[in-house]
């Protein structure tokens, strides 16, 4: 009896012995010969992955297809702090008005959005009187017109698409009240456009009707250079010079994308800080319930 058991005793000492030889030889063996073709195949896979994206990066940075990169603008608005330029708001909707708006609509603005924001309640009354808005039906189910009020919309230039591409040699001016946020590259993207009218470079075909900007993809655009040096005169004295209009303009459809902007800044602001603070208490009160738990010292005394 005593044999035996020490028989099976033996053989289960073997057999631990014989595992633990095992894996340590698995464990050994996959240390030394796998991962030198595990680094052979990493080493190939990474030359082909940068072989692979040297070739792509080539294809798709093509400044003729895809239009030439805009440099980075120092926006006040992108700072985290910051609000909007609101000055160079109102002149950017001054230029709008006199430049862009005869051929681009601006739909989702209202004359009271301004209100606040770039003028004065009275200001927007006064600016919105000075449109006609055809309304109706009246008593007789005519259609008439009256002045504005501030809760109109912005008028569009054209009645519809049709028109508007017929007016512009088969071009459709886009509307502007999310072109910021539907733009690759937003308001840098569209100054660096505004600016970017250069003559073209000699080898580069321009079709007939179209004009040459490296920033456009394509680099022919249907829309012909819009600012020129003192074609707004600004009421606050602003040199109006071709890169001031572009930035304001730019400024003012940056708003138009994002009116909630300062807004949403503003309560950030708020919701961190205050998050802050109550994380910072939450600390200290876990520590003073636990205090008593972490601290104490268990002794067992026994019986006597
Ligand atoms: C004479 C009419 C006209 C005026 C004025 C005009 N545009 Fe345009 N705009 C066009 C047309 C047409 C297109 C479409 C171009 C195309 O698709 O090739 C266009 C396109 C654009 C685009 C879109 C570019 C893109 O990436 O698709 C932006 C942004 C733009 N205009 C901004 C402005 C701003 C800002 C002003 C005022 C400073 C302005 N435009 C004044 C006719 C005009």
């Given amino acids: 009896m005593f044999s035996r058991l020490s028989q099976v005793q033996r053989r289960a000492w073997n057999l631990k012995l014989q595992t633990r030889a095992f894996t340590s030889g698995a464990f050994l063996k996959s240390t030394t010969s796998p991962s030198n073709s595990a680094m052979i195949a990493a080493g190939v896979g990474g030359a082909g992955l940068g072989i692979y994206l040297h070739f792509n990066s080539t294809i798709y940075s093509d400044a003729a297809d895809e ?26 909707y001054q230029v709008y008005q006199e430049v862009c708006a005869a051929c681009h609509s601006l739909d989702l603005i209202a004359y009271r959005n301004l209100v606040g924001v770039s003028h004065s309640e009275d200001e927007v009354k006064a600016i919105a009187e000075a449109i006609e808005v055809e309304d109706g039906p009246n008593d007789i189910g005519d259609m008439f017109t009256r002045p504005g009020k501030p809760s109109d919309y912005l008028p569009r230039p054209y009645p519809n698409e049709e028109a508007a591409r017929a007016a512009n040699a088969g071009a459709y001016p886009p509307d502007l009240s999310l072109i910021v946020k539907g733009r690759h590259g937003g308001g840098d993207y569209i100054f660096s456009l505004l600016t970017g009218y250069y003559d073209p470079p000699p080898g580069i075909e321009v079709k007939e009707g179209l004009y040459y900007n490296p920033y456009f993809p394509g680099g022919s655009i249907a829309m012909a250079r819009a600012l020129y040096d003192g074609i707004v005169e600004y009421e606050d004295g602003t040199p109006a010079t071709t890169s001031q209009m572009a930035k304001d303009v730019v400024s003012f459809l940056s708003w138009a994308s994002e009116p909630e902007h300062d807004e949403r800044k503003k309560l950030g602001l708020k919701a961190v800080s ?4 109550l994380f910072v208490i939450s600390i200290w009160l876990k520590r003073y319930k636990w205090s008593p738990l972490k601290n104490r010292k268990i002794i067992y005394n026994l019986p006597k």
């Fill in 274 to 277: 205050l998050l802050t603070g």
């Fill in 67 to 92: 239009g030439l990169h805009p440099p980075s603008y120092p926006w006040v608005h992108n700072s985290p702090f910051s609000t909007f330029d609101h000055a160079s708001i109102r002149r950017g």
